[in-house]
């Protein structure tokens, strides 16, 4: 028996490039940088000054009262406006009558990592007693979906993963297999994020994973697979998808992005932050998506890739590919868009499955910007030309996190 279809009905985003998926794209596809110096604290002092911030971020304006958002950690705020978004764009009507067939799934990296610092202060400064009531449900990973949730009315399953880096990437997977299972009708998935923060920048620099030494140029600080990388830019932002099984989408004539037809998941139980030489968890989650949907590597024509911008990940991931897809890798258009976004963490997946989307609706394939100085080791088609018109049929997401985990999604141009 033939498994459910499950399609994309609508997509929101918040990124450095852009307040909605609009202008996130346009600037994308214009070739734009959204990384610039922080700004949402003094970071003189700090070895790495830069980062992608969502720019003048006002909850207001996306339809959260003002006395709602002072209550939310910015993570939560975003995770509503990207909602909110999501649903108008998607046109699905919740109410009573589907409220309870209508899942929210979501990836959160770290949480409220700002609102923890804030009360950690007021902690240490006045006393026990000057802690807020609301920290703790400000700053939990689950008041991301439900948050969004009470926004939206949606009733079904209601649930957030961690998964570092392939959070987004994980909880799109979810919704899909949600939805495979016949569980909900439709699920509002993807990852948010919004840890441009004194202790996250501080932590990651300590890491040496962190860019350092483009402050005075951040545009050009992002450098997926070129050989003068030196560590990833920390981002923030949204990315969400309505996915709807198709019967429910045609039924209420949906217009319909793409479709999705795999998932994969893998670890590579090695290291905390460092990926296997071999590479064998990404190899194993690419391959997963693609057997998930029943369909050869060689139908394959673009990969968002993870592409950070360090080493050791660029690096594994190239090899990963041409591990996957043999010699017909040097014929993939492989991009990397943190080159313009950095690294939105556990909303990248959120948002790269976005962009994925919008490649096979479009048929454009965005490009990867910095990729000047090629790397002789990382050496398939990174699009360093800019967008093209390629018309791909499907792409592949890849999203590999600390810890080791995996995780790709396959989607393919829609055809009825």
């Known amino acids: 028996m033939s498994r459910k279809r499950v399609v994309v009905t609508g997509v929101s985003a918040l990124t450095p490039l852009g307040g909605n998926v609009s202008d996130s794209w346009d600037n994308l596809l ?33 339809g959260i009262p003002a006395k709602q958002a002072r209550r939310m950690d910015r993570f939560v705020q975003f995770s509503v406006a990207a909602g909110n978004m999501l649903v108008k764009d998607s046109g699905l009507v919740i109410d009573e009558s589907n ?8 990836g959160v990296g770290l949480g409220g990592l700002h609102t923890i610092e804030v009360f950690h202060s007021r902690l240490v400064e006045a006393g026990p007693n000057k802690v807020s009531p609301f920290m703790i449900p400000m700053l939990i990973s689950n008041m991301a979906p439900g948050q969004v949730a009470i926004a939206t ?34 699920c509002i998935t993807g990852g948010v994020e919004a840890t441009v923060t004194p202790m996250g920048i501080s932590g990651f620099t300590s890491l040496k994973a962190l860019s350092t030494s483009h402050n005075d140029e951040p545009e050009k600080a992002s450098r997926p697979f070129d050989k003068d990388r030196d560590g990833f830019v920390m981002g923030e932002g949204a ?11 045609q039924a209420r004539g949906a217009t319909i992005y793409a479709e999705i037809v795999g998932t994969g998941a893998s670890d590579d139980a090695f290291h905390m932050t460092a990926p296997r030489d071999d590479a064998e968890g990404m190899i194993a989650s690419m391959r997963r998506a693609i057997e998930d949907a029943g369909v050869s590597p060689d139908v394959v024509d673009h990969i968002n890739a993870h592409g950070t911008s360090t080493h050791l990940n660029d690096l594994c991931e190239t090899n990963a590919i041409k591990q ?12 990397s868009t943190k080159s313009q976004t950095g690294h939105l963490l556990g909303a990248a997946g959120g948002v790269e499955a976005v ?15 910095n990729y000047t100085t090629p ?12 967008p093209q018109k390629l ?6 997401s890849n999203s590999f996190g600390f810890g080791g985990t995996n995780g790709s999604l396959l989607f393919k141009k829609f055809t009825a």
Do not use: W
Not at 324 to 335: E, K, L, N, S, T
């Open 355 to 369: 962009f994925s989307v919008l490649a096979l609706h479009t048929g454009i394939v965005p490009g990867t910007i």
């Open 375 to 386: 790397d002789p080791e990382c050496d398939l088609n990174y699009m360093a030309n800019g």
């Open 99 to 106: 409220a309870a067939r209508v899942s929210v799934i979501l």
């Open 324 to 335: 996957v897809f043999g010699q017909r890798a040097y014929d993939i258009a492989v991009a």
């Open 391 to 396: 018309d791909p049929q499907y792409v592949l």
């Open 30 to 62: 214009a070739g734009k940088s959204g990384i610039g110096p922080i700004t949402l604290f003094d970071a003189a002092g700090f070895d790495s000054r830069i980062a992608g911030e969502v720019k003048g971020f006002d909850p207001e304006a996306y």
């Open 153 to 186: 009315g949606a009733k079904g399953a209601n649930m957030v993963l961690t998964s570092a880096c392939a959070s987004g990437t994980h909880a799109v997977g979810m919704g899909f297999t949600e939805i495979v299972m016949g569980r909900c009708d439709a």
């Open 239 to 249: 990315g969400f998808l309505m996915l709807e099984s198709l019967e429910h989408a």
